[in-house]
């Protein structure tokens, strides 16, 4: 069973490549045990040695020294994921439209407050703890939550996954 889900923000889309296999390959290199991914889109599940903090800093060194690019590596306990996707607070009208974004830390309450005055058009957001919970009324294409807003607003860096893929990791994580 892997005690972290390493969420990697946009490997595989926009000319950010970052095949799997070399993923598992780095961790592994980095002393992580129980390596394996999910779908091509930065999900590593791991036993990372050490602080897990410091893995997932290592994680992001050896990424951008080996492949040119940066992205945030943002780590949780299977139980934490089970947690935010437990607490998601509103319906799941249509499962591919309802995310979270998983940020790299907890936003200032007056960041928190500044998102939830914002007018987001038809979508919905909150914030709950480290997570910030989305639905989309149209997909997250049509949205003005984008990562570079929501880094923006909340002043700290975030990964979304849909509800789907989350349950999946929570799944093989085995918890």
Known sequence: MA??????????????????QRLREIAADLGARDVSTHI????LLCTPPGDPAEFDRALEARIEAEFGFFREAISRTPAELRQALDAYPFE????????????????????????ASRDLGPD????????????????AAASKLTAPFVARVLGVPGTARNLRTVAALVEKAGA
Not at 3 to 20: C, H, S
Not at 92 to 115: G, M, N, Q, R, W
Request: hydrophobic share 50%; proline share 6%; no cysteine.
């Open 3 to 20: 005690e972290r889900i390493v969420l990697l923000r946009a490997v595989n889309v926009g000319g950010a490549k970052l095949p799997m």
């Open 40 to 43: 091509a889109s930065g999900n």
């Open 92 to 115: 799941v009208v249509e499962p591919k439209l309802a995310h979270i974004y998983f940020l790299a830390s907890t936003p200032a309450p007056d960041a928190v407050a500044d998102v």
């Open 124 to 139: 919905l957001a909150q914030v709950i703890g480290r997570d910030l919970h989305v639905r989309f009324a149209d997909g």
